[in-house]
């Protein structure tokens, strides 16, 4: 508030009413522009600090969200790894089985195949053993054979040699 000195207005150090009043008035309507003016910087700092608050409050969400997405991607990528490693150990598990079942196989045609050459092989040595004792018992009967050809020589030159003799005596008698 700005009051003017003069000599002649003022008695014992104060103003006359009046002349305060107009002095006063002034003031006051620069004060109520002032408050009006003050309210709307206020309203203006608090409209600017509310934004700054939502837009703290926004990146903070933001950043919770994509942490949330992150680590849900982080968490399905995860959870497809297992799901692709339980797959692949289900594989090798079922390839394993598989080569387990040829295995088998391989020995079982392999048993087939050597019993089938045992077989194969007990066949051809009876048949051996069987000609064998075939060649035995024609040698044994050719043997025999020569022996009872040989044993009726013997007989036939003994029942010569007697022919003989009696041939002899009867020429011998005449």
């Known amino acids: 508030?700005?009051?003017?000195?003069?000599?002649?207005?003022?008695?014992?150090?104060?103003?006359?009413?009046?002349?305060?009043?107009?002095?006063?008035?002034?003031?006051?309507k620069k004060t109520a522009v002032?408050?009006?003016?003050?309210?709307?910087?206020?309203?203006?700092?608090?409209?600017?600090?509310l934004e700054k608050r939502r837009q703290v409050l926004q990146e903070q969400q933001q950043r919770e969200a994509e942490r949330k997405?992150?680590?849900?991607?982080?968490?399905?990528?995860?959870?497809e790894r297992e799901r692709q490693e339980q797959?692949?150990?289900?594989?090798?598990?079922?390839?394993?089985?598989?080569?387990?079942?040829r295995e088998l196989e391989r020995q079982r045609e392999?048993?087939?195949?050597?019993?089938?050459?045992?077989?194969?092989a007990a066949k051809q040595e009876l048949e051996r053993q069987r000609k064998q004792e075939?060649?035995?018992?024609?040698r044994q009967e050719l043997f025999n054979q020569r022996n009872r050809e040989q044993?009726?020589?013997?007989k036939l030159k003994s029942k010569k040699k007697?022919?003989?003799l009696e041939l002899e005596a009867l020429v011998g008698s005449l």
């Open 162 to 164: 007697s022919l003989q």
């Open 151 to 154: 044993e009726e020589i013997v």
């Open 69 to 79: 997405a992150q680590k849900e991607r982080e968490e399905h990528e995860r959870r």
């Open 134 to 138: 075939m060649e035995r018992i024609r």
């Open 87 to 101: 797959e692949r150990k289900k594989q090798l598990e079922m390839e394993r089985r598989m080569e387990h079942q």
């Open 1 to 28: 508030m700005c009051i003017q000195k003069s000599g002649e207005d003022n008695i014992n150090g104060t103003l006359p009413t009046y002349k305060r009043m107009q002095d006063e008035e002034p003031p006051q």
């Open 34 to 49: 002032t408050f009006e003016e003050k309210r709307k910087q206020n309203m203006e700092r608090g409209n600017m600090e």
């Open 110 to 120: 392999e048993e087939k195949r050597k019993e089938l050459e045992r077989r194969e």
